[in-house]
């Protein structure tokens, strides 16, 4: 596990980061017809996003099969809707089929969307064995995707997608659906994007540099490739 990148100018972490996801998903599509990708929700990545659509034009993303890491349960076009960010950032404006697109089912009800999730993305890793690419951020506690500390889903270890049992404990409150670790964990690189102050430098440090003898439960703790890198990039 390697340092983190620090980036005073969120532009600059935008243009990095997102050079640097091109390049794992270039070195992909060297040893293979096809490349997987899980996207992460949230504030942070939506430049990230931008920065790929608009500044990759000789890439071929009919290439890649898109994946979302964590969603809540809301409606694709609610304002909180982490698909609703990612559409409008990133898929509408690159050439890609549907078929691609690996969303989670909101017209079902959590238990059943998260069911009917885990059950695709497993014949998928039956056939593919790891995604390329997991993109996740960190929340102020620690949480990332949507796996809480002190919240069961952090344990889960044989599904591979779970409705989390009650609402978020921050806004929005809204019960969620999220791959688990051993699913994001299922994976050749892991970028960690993350955007904050003191108290997620602090969070990051201590995940980066455990001290002998100290133990934490911050569910980004949890997230080790099995087979790649991990990388993170923060932005002040």
Not at 65 to 84: K, L, Q, Y
Not at 98 to 119: C, K, M, W
Request: with cysteine.
């Amino acid at each position: 596990m390697a340092g983190a990148l620090i980036f005073n100018d969120y532009k600059d972490f935008c243009r990095q980061a997102a050079e640097h996801i091109q390049a794992i998903l270039n070195l992909a599509l060297i040893h293979g017809p096809r490349c997987s990708m899980v996207l992460s929700g949230g504030l942070t990545p939506e430049g990230i996003y931008t920065h790929l659509a608009e500044n990759s034009d000789d890439f071929d993303w009919k290439k890649v099969d898109f994946f979302i890491g964590d969603d809540r349960c809301v409606p694709e076009d609610h304002i909180d809707s982490n698909f609703r960010m990612i559409k409008q950032s990133f898929l509408d404006k690159i050439e890609h089929r549907d078929s691609q697109v690996f969303t989670i089912n909101q017209s079902l009800p959590p238990e059943e969307g998260a069911r009917d999730y885990h059950l695709r993305i497993k014949e998928y890793l039956e056939n593919n064995s790891v995604f390329d690419l997991v993109m996740l951020g960190m929340g102020t506690d620690g949480h990332t995707a949507s796996l809480f500390p002190g919240y069961p889903e952090q344990y889960e270890r044989a599904s591979l997608v779970l409705a989390t049992q009650k609402e978020a404990p921050l806004k929005p409150f809204h019960r969620r659906i999220t791959m688990t670790v051993p699913t994001l964990n299922r994976s050749d690189h892991i970028v960690f994007l993350i955007r904050g102050g003191d108290d997620k430098m602090e969070i990051m440090n201590k995940v980066l540099y455990p001290k002998a003898g100290e133990h934490n439960n911050y569910p980004v703790g949890l997230i080790k490739p099995q087979k790649g890198r991990t990388y993170w990039y923060f932005s002040q």
